[in-house]
């Protein structure tokens, strides 16, 4: 396959992936106290790792002005929307008509916020356009607003993670936005997840938080399976292999609990190649 090809297939990927997410991300929206109008939201749009020429690791925080009334009063603190005409570079240097294609979608998204700046899935949806061409400052700056104004959704703060952990190579900041993303919705397993190999393989100075990361999680998912995993490979991998059978023994009850006899399967023989 073609470098072209591969930039176009990655471009309809996402496409489709915001189009098909549509339905669950308008059930999964999480009110704020702001109110704005119901909008479907999306979990994390990251089907695809572009390399870019960018390595920033500013934490691009929005701006916060100052609510005046009509007496001089300052009456609140607001955060300052991000600018809608900046300019569209190609800093992944994708192939030019999948550049094409995504600069169409952003002056298209940037257009209907002008129109109805309380629409949050457009603003989550110009934040992937601008992250898939590498414009990590952009992309930042607009889910930071996001969360700002719907501090109540997960959704910003999950995007705001991957980016600093993967990306912008912030860990400070990627640790911060898990942990808020886990407060937000404590049933999402991928936070946890990308939590723990943040310490484990990014956070090297923060290594003894990754186990207690998947205990809070097994705390708040007692059943989930992956979790139980994670911990037994992690006690695995330290040479305590009491623990790390443990909890593969845990995973293969809740296996045939949830009769998943593939899934079964599969853990007894990583159990096998643990014990010898």
């Keep these: 396959m073609t470098n072209q090809q591969k930039n176009l297939l990655a471009l309809i990927i996402i496409?489709?992936?915001?189009?098909?997410?549509?339905?669950?991300?308008?059930?999964?929206?999480?009110?704020?106290?702001?109110?704005?109008?119901?909008?479907?939201?999306?979990d994390e749009q990251r089907s695809v790792s572009i390399e870019t020429d960018q390595s920033n690791q500013g934490s691009y925080k929005v701006e916060v002005v100052d609510d005046?009334?009509?007496?001089?009063?300052?009456?609140?603190?607001?955060?300052?929307?991000?600018?809608?005409?900046?300019?569209?570079?190609?800093?992944?240097?994708?192939?030019?008509?999948?550049?094409?294609?995504?600069?169409?979608?952003?002056?298209?998204?940037?257009?209907?916020l002008k129109k109805n700046p309380k629409n949050?899935?457009?603003?989550?949806?110009?934040a992937i356009f601008r992250k898939m061409l590498g414009d990590y400052q952009a992309s930042v700056e607009i889910l930071n607003y996001v969360a700002i104004l719907w501090p109540n959704d997960y959704v910003p703060r999950n995007n705001l993670a991957d980016l600093y952990q993967f990306y912008?190579?912030?860990?400070?900041?990627?640790?911060?936005?898990?942990?808020?993303?886990?407060?937000?919705?404590?049933?999402?397993?991928?936070?946890?997840?990308?939590?723990?190999?943040?310490?484990?393989?990014?956070?090297k100075e923060k290594q003894t938080l990754a186990l207690p990361i998947l205990f809070q999680g097994l705390k708040n998912n007692p059943k989930n399976i992956d979790l139980m995993l994670y911990t037994a490979r992690h006690y695995r991998s330290i040479g305590d292999k009491n623990e790390s059978v443990n909890y593969y023994t845990k995973a293969v009850d809740e296996a045939k609990l949830q009769k998943n006899e593939k899934l079964e399967t599969s853990i007894r023989f990583e159990i096998a190649e643990a014990l010898k």
């Design 168 to 203: 912008l190579k912030n860990y400070p900041l990627a640790e911060e936005n898990w942990l808020k993303t886990i407060e937000l919705k404590p049933d999402y397993i991928p936070a946890y997840e990308n939590l723990y190999n943040l310490y484990i393989d990014l956070y």
């Design 120 to 126: 949050e899935l457009n603003w989550l949806n110009l």
């Design 68 to 112: 005046v009334n009509n007496n001089g009063k300052t009456t609140a603190k607001t955060p300052k929307m991000p600018k809608l005409d900046l300019p569209v570079v190609n800093y992944s240097h994708i192939d030019d008509a999948a550049f094409e294609i995504a600069a169409k979608n952003i002056g298209i998204l940037a257009e209907e």
């Design 15 to 42: 496409i489709l992936l915001i189009g098909a997410t549509a339905v669950y991300i308008y059930k999964d929206l999480n009110k704020s106290d702001l109110k704005p109008p119901t909008q479907p939201t999306k």
